[in-house]
């Protein structure tokens, strides 16, 4: 019976220390932002309105994306300033990693950074590409879905 009670005072210690940290890494100002679903990076940039009249615009230096070949992040910020600016790609569909891309600032709220994408073996892949900016306590998640391969 004592072995149960200190199994479940283990069991309530890891659930509240898991919510203390969960809640000190939430913002109460992070917020999810979702692009048009029809825009397509392989094929164009796409650019969605931001908080206070901002807009950002997300694009690849090359189209379509290849698995394993580097390519350029182009991101454009206008109408706001940030402190930290990266993009995450995942697999939409399927546990891929988390690809983590730090996006450096460059002149006139241009951001650029390089990414590689894994190889699906189905040979077709939807990923995630999340766009993470960070003002202060601020934080806006942007995710755009576009696909790789056949």
């Known amino acids: 019976m004592i072995v ?27 917020q999810v932002i979702r692009p048009d679903p029809l825009c397509n990076l392989q094929r164009s940039t796409c ?6 009249n901002g ?21 454009n910020l206008s109408g706001m300033s940030v402190d930290r600016a990266r993009i995450e790609f995942s697999g939409a569909d399927m546990e891929m990693g988390i690809q983590h891309v730090q996006l450096q600032a460059k002149d006139d709220g241009a951001f650029i950074g390089t990414a590689r994408l894994p190889v699906c073996v189905t040979g077709h892949m939807n990923w995630r590409a999340t766009v993470l900016l ?12 576009f696909t790789v391969g056949d």
């Open 4 to 30: 149960d009670l200190l199994a479940l005072a283990g069991l309530i210690a890891i659930v509240v220390i898991g919510h203390r940290y969960w809640s000190k890494t939430q913002s109460e100002d992070s």
């Open 47 to 52: 650019t969605v309105g931001l908080p206070g």
């Open 55 to 75: 807009r950002l615009s997300l694009g690849f230096s090359h189209s379509p994306v290849v698995p394993i070949k580097p390519f350029e992040v182009n991101m």
């Open 134 to 145: 960070e003002q202060g306590q601020q934080r806006i998640a942007i995710p755009f879905v």
